[in-house]
């Protein structure tokens, strides 16, 4: 297949674009060239808002798209020649906190107050290619986690572990969050393009939540160590030093089950990206959470 990416440098983007040519695809990605590119991929170097005639005269079997506004896929659809398959890369970010659990691929959008512009902006691009492409399909993902996360969040975990720290944990830990693999998003998108289903809207992830305990256990396990807790019941911001929002919530993926019912283990997963992490320190985006602990609570 030939496969424009958007992006294709940082992890969601760059890991799809390293999946398919690994398979042998031809894989182009469109990004500025700011950022070193993956082995393999052809370089497309433009600003998605400033394409011209780049992609014009070429014919795509898929577009990948991880665009984040509705001006995003509006630029990128008006500079399209003819491809096949359009797969947007939206969000669960599109769900309002107060909508009943768990959401499904129907239930009404809206402003989720935790995730703010964010999550409005990736509804307005949903409209957009709706509307402009009825056939395209379009993914709700919860937290994606695995090789090439720069995001701290396992990241923050495994530095924790391998430093012998005692991980500071919100209230009682038993908040649950949603997780999905980075391979097994590229192994649904697989699914789309070979069975071509009618369903157009798809919930992803894995269809048991954990709980931030049992999360942050499991990535102490994948360091090779054993988790010690310190409980804070203190009325603060988790986020000043925990990488989640005091958010709870937990999407219905039974449409994406029925398709592909096998998901990778999440300790495999998490094992997967401790091993990418040892390797890829200095690609993490880190955040101040261990200069709040140290400040607050002295470590």
């Known amino acids: 297949m030939k496969i424009l990416i958007t992006g294709g440098t940082v992890f969601v983007s760059r890991y799809i674009a390293e999946y398919y040519v690994a398979k042998g695809e031809e894989v182009y990605v469109l990004n500025r060239n700011s950022r070193r590119q993956s082995e393999g991929v052809r370089l497309?170097?433009?600003?998605?808002?400033?394409?011209?005639?780049?992609?014009?005269?070429?014919?795509?079997?898929?577009?990948?798209?991880?665009?984040?506004?509705?001006?995003?896929?509006?630029?990128l659809l008006n500079a399209l020649g003819e491809y096949e398959d359009y797969i947007?890369?939206?969000?669960s970010a599109v769900y309002p906190e107060h909508a009943p659990q768990p959401f499904h691929e129907e239930t009404e959008l809206g402003l989720n107050r935790f995730w703010g512009k964010y999550g409005t902006d990736k509804i307005e691009a949903e409209e957009v290619l709706r509307k402009r492409n009825p056939g395209a399909y379009i993914l709700r993902p919860p937290y994606l986690y695995g090789q090439m996360n720069n995001v701290y969040r396992e990241a923050f975990v495994f530095e924790c572990a391998l430093a012998d720290r005692k991980f500071y944990l919100p209230k009682d830990g038993e908040m649950k969050l949603q997780f999905f693999h980075i391979t097994d998003?590229?192994?649904?998108?697989?699914?789309?393009?070979?069975?071509?289903?009618?369903?157009?809207?798809?919930?992803?992830?894995?269809?048991?939540?954990?709980?931030?305990?049992?999360?942050?256990?499991?990535?102490?396990?994948?360091a090779g160590k054993q988790a010690e807790f310190v409980n804070v019941y203190e009325d603060i911001n988790p986020r000043n030093y925990f990488s989640f929002y005091d958010y709870e919530y937990c999407l219905d993926?039974?449409?994406?089950?029925?398709?592909?019912?096998?998901?990778?283990?999440?300790?495999?997963?998490?094992?997967?990206?401790?091993?990418w992490y040892r390797k890829n320190p200095g690609e993490v985006s880190r955040k101040p959470f261990l200069d709040y602990i140290e400040y607050h609570y002295k470590g």
């Open 253 to 275: 993926v039974s449409r994406q089950y029925e398709l592909m019912p096998d998901m990778k283990p999440l300790f495999e997963g998490l094992q997967e990206a401790f091993d």
């Open 44 to 75: 497309i170097q433009a600003d998605r808002h400033d394409i011209r005639d780049r992609l014009r005269n070429i014919y795509f079997d898929v577009v990948i798209d991880t665009a984040y506004t509705a001006k995003d896929v509006t630029d």
């Open 185 to 222: 998003l590229c192994r649904f998108i697989d699914v789309l393009l070979q069975k071509k289903p009618s369903h157009r809207v798809y919930n992803v992830g894995n269809r048991m939540p954990v709980s931030i305990r049992e999360w942050v256990e499991l990535c102490y396990r994948a």
């Open 88 to 91: 947007l890369i939206s969000s």
